[in-house]
């Protein structure tokens, strides 16, 4: 069965600490691998896909990094505005592009 | 366009009530889908359409649970009987037809008592 494991559920980090993310995940032919961010009260904001092992993308602060078997988000130097629940998710197969499988989230709070 | 809408932003309703939940896509987007998030839980799928059809729809979506998207623009989901199990935030997401990220609503938070 499907399925995306995210780790630690919630990390606190002082301004500047930087750290990272962890999604783990089992799916039969991986067709595309997610992060999105999400705030409070509001939907999720999409940020990165990745396709294929070893692929890399950056944003800000962020920088994801995909493996045969697991997704890292980095972030570097965070400021407080970086805290939200960070989302994970793989396509679903079969099914249309945008049919997620979403892990429960890593809940970041940066502190100044 | 400011994006996906979703109406009403929050909804309390007796167990036993039907609600009816309504998303408004960006325009132009073909692909529409419906998720649905408890609280500390990722998104879960629902259904989705591409255009007025429904393409697919999740084995867990009980019968009481029904979609439509009459004229391949705005969506409504519809709650038969409510439990205090479809406690959730409803989600609503867009995206064009393709290998393109979809865009998320801010989502209806439904409270059954």
């Known amino acids: ?112 | 366009d400011t994006g996906v809408s979703q109406d009403p932003r929050h909804k309390i309703t007796k167990r036993g009530q039907n609600v009816t939940f309504r998303c408004d896509p960006i325009s132009e987007h073909n692909r529409l889908y419906w998720y649905r998030q408890t609280l500390g839980q990722g998104p879960e799928f629902l259904t989705y359409f591409q255009n007025e059809a429904q393409l697919e729809k999740s084995r867990l979506l009980s019968d009481r649970f029904s979609a439509e998207r009459p004229k391949g623009s705005f969506s409504t989901l519809e709650i038969q009987r409510t439990e205090q199990g479809d406690s959730a935030m409803y989600l609503c997401a867009s995206s064009p037809v393709g290998n393109t990220e979809a865009f998320f609503g801010q989502g209806t938070r439904l409270t059954v008592v």
């Open chain 1, 1 to 112: 069965e499907d399925q995306v494991t995210q780790s630690p559920e919630a990390l606190r980090l002082q301004e500047g600490e930087s750290s990272s993310l962890n999604c783990s995940y089992t799916v039969s032919g991986l067709r595309g691998l997610f992060w999105y961010r999400q705030d409070p009260g509001k939907g999720p904001e999409f940020l990165f896909t990745l396709y294929s092992a070893g692929e890399e993308k950056e944003k800000e602060r962020l920088k994801a990094t995909l493996t045969k078997k697991e997704s890292f988000l980095h972030i570097t130097a965070p400021k407080p505005e970086d805290s939200a629940t960070y989302l994970c998710a793989v396509q679903a197969p079969p099914g249309g592009y945008n049919k997620l499988i979403f892990g429960a989230g890593t809940r970041l709070a940066v502190h100044p």
